[in-house]
């Protein structure tokens, strides 16, 4: 399951990336394509035979980025929630205590 999704990102980030420029930025070791001087675009199908591990690298990359940040924003939205349950109860007891004071 998750091959099948790292490839799907893998296939997704092929679609942007239509002029191979995260080819030249990240140039893992590819054949050069017979009968194409100069080593010009290619079509998708061509780019994932020549250039798989490049974007197979690539969405790992996005993958562990997208997961990192998930996890940084549960954790913020969680401490969030503690720290404003924290300030109710306190301004909750605070207006107990001078509703009572008031009564008195």
């Given at each position: ?5 790292l490839c799907t990102v893998a296939v997704l980030i092929r679609s942007v990336d239509s002029d191979e420029e995260l080819v030249e930025i990240m140039p893992f070791w590819s054949p050069v ?72």
């Amino acid at each position: 399951m998750l091959q099948l999704l790292l490839c799907t990102v893998a296939v997704l980030i092929r679609s942007v990336d239509s002029d191979e420029e995260l080819v030249e930025i990240m140039p893992f070791w590819s054949p050069v394509r017979p009968g194409v001087p100069g080593e010009s675009k290619c079509s998708s199908l061509q780019a994932f035979r020549y250039h798989k591990t490049t974007y197979y690298f690539a969405s790992v990359v996005f993958s562990l980025a997208m997961t990192g940040l998930g996890v940084v924003i549960y954790y913020a939205a969680k401490l969030c929630a503690k720290c404003c349950a924290r300030k109710e109860v306190a301004s909750d007891a605070d207006n107990s205590s001078s509703s009572s004071d008031s009564t008195k």
